[in-house]
């Protein structure tokens, strides 16, 4: 960056893994609207996806970019269907329980900062 040029302003006060969560929440609910064959939930995965996308982005998306985070969803939600049923059959368990044990999963790294000590507070 040209010292000239100011430095961007933060555009969220959420940390890298709380995003990255948002956006892998977002990949486990397209998983799961592929796994129960629900149209209408895989539209309202989709549009939650582009959301979050968007809400994290400095600029507006154009409309090749929501195209691209759509089929990006897409393949993330198929490969994750994908494993989640595989690893459902392999264990004797339904779908839907990995699916769900994926999203504590997620949730639970959120809340693991690398960054703050024991006691939560940041470090640095």
Known sequence: MDAAEPT??????RSPEQEAAELALAIVSQATAITQGDDEALDASDA???????DQADDPLTERQEAVVATLGTAGGALAAGLSNALAEARGVDPADVLNATARSIVDHADDDPTADPDGRRLG
């Open 48 to 54: 939650n996806l582009r959301e979050v996308v968007a």
């Open 8 to 13: 961007p302003e933060p555009t969220s006060t």
